[in-house]
Each structure stands twice: as structure tokens, then as C-alpha cells.
């Protein structure tokens, strides 16, 4: 049984790693739009392969923070003093 708690350790470890360099690759960047206005936040590996912005987040961003970003409850009750 230690042995397959091991191997999913090791596992984890491994997709942790390469999430978390997926994600640095597509890191939010300040980018100049070509008409001189404002800075336009994107993402700067998918704005240099599509040769045009692509906001940020872009859609990998996207499907990796989709299960990760955990959101209050609407309908929070507040602990009675």
C-alpha cells in the first residue's frame, strides 16, 4: 500500500511541476497596442504565436485556474457574536 501512496506522491509532484510551468509560460504581460494607446494586459506566448494580442487570461490560463479559484459562497452566513 506505501508503495502506491508513493507512486501518487511522485505523480502529483510531477503535474504540479509541469502545471506550474505551463502557467509561467503564459504570465500576464503589459503589451503595447500598435495604435499608441494604452498598455493592454495579454499573454505574451499566445499574442507572439497568433501575431495579435490575446488578452489575458488567455485560454489556457483559463482552463487551468477553472477548478483552482474557489469563490466565496453568495450566501454566507456571518458567525452570530
Avoid at 511541476?17 to 494586459?41: F, M
Amino acid at each position: 500500500m506505501s508503495e502506491n501512496i508513493e507512486a501518487v506522491k511522485a505523480g502529483a509532484i510531477l503535474m504540479f511541476e509541469a502545471l506550474n510551468k505551463i502557467y509561467a509560460l503564459h504570465d500576464v504581460e503589459a503589451l503595447e497596442p500598435e495604435e499608441g494607446d494604452e498598455a493592454i494586459d495579454g499573454c505574451a506566448h499566445c499574442s507572439e504565436l497568433a501575431n495579435a494580442i490575446i488578452h489575458y487570461p488567455c485560454p489556457t490560463v483559463q482552463i487551468l485556474l477553472a477548478d483552482m479559484v474557489v469563490e466565496e459562497a453568495e450566501n454566507e452566513e456571518t458567525p452570530a457574536e
